[in-house]
């Protein structure tokens, strides 16, 4: 299947599934506390930085986009499905939701505080998941923060999974494959979490939320400038 075939599959796949996903989705997000811990810290770091727009890529029916919302960011969303982006417009009217592609978004590079992708990577092949990553690093402006979450892989030099996914096709990645990866787009990790696989109380995964910001050429010169520093 080519990239492309790929990507339709998924928007059929969650548009045919729109109204039983978004009654999932909303109370999976809204009843475990955890799940907030790093979208409130992320929340916080953007506007500590001065703020500006955030997107929330894979947003679904626009639960976390509403949540950035109330926590005064502001974010915006996209979605492959039309149907959810259409759920997503009708429960927040005052918030702008689009159909979209997370691996080519239509946004000027270097533009977004922030970049939110909640459980939207699962669905990305491991061929993929570079260039996507890529992508949302190369909207994000020198100093913005990225924040992912998806099912982590914990085994020995593994660094991707397929799994059962009850919608579409879907993997869980190494988080750090994924931390690498980002060092590569010029996402640096800020830190991460690790919610233990015994809270997963369907398939056992452990789940992974990392915090990234995207570094500009002072902080590089700023590190380079320490280590040469303390070499001495």
């Known amino acids: 299947m080519t990239s492309s075939e790929h990507l339709t599959t998924v928007g059929a796949d969650y548009d045919a599934m729109a109204q039983a996903y978004t009654a999932f989705a909303g109370e999976a997000f809204a009843g475990r506390p955890l799940n907030h811990v790093l979208v409130e810290a992320f929340a916080g770091l953007v506007r500590q930085a001065g703020g500006g727009p955030v997107a929330d890529v894979g947003c679904g029916p626009g639960h976390v986009t509403r949540y950035l919302q109330d926590r005064g960011v502001d ?26 592609d997370m691996g080519a978004l239509d946004v000027t590079s270097g533009s977004l505080a922030g970049v939110l ?26 100093g913005g923060y990225l924040l992912a ?12 999974e397929p799994w059962d996914h009850k919608v579409s096709p879907a993997w869980r990645y190494s988080l750090d494959h ?42 590089r010169t700023d590190r380079t400038d320490r280590t040469d520093r303390t070499d001495r």
């Open 149 to 160: 979450a998806f099912p982590a892989l914990d085994a020995a030099g593994a660094t991707a």
């Open 117 to 142: 992708a909640n459980y939207s990577l699962i669905h990305t092949p491991p061929d993929v998941l570079p260039a996507t990553l890529a992508e949302l690093s190369r909207v994000l402006a020198p």
């Open 75 to 100: 974010a915006f969303g996209v979605d492959l499905s039309p149907q959810l982006v259409a759920l997503a417009r009708e429960a927040s009217p005052g918030i702008r939701f689009d159909v979209g």
């Open 178 to 219: 994924v931390i690498g990866l980002l060092r590569q787009t010029g996402v640096h990790e800020v830190a991460h979490m690790v919610i233990a696989p015994g809270e997963d109380q369907v398939r056992g995964f452990p789940q992974a939320h990392l915090l990234g910001r995207k570094t500009d050429d002072t902080d």
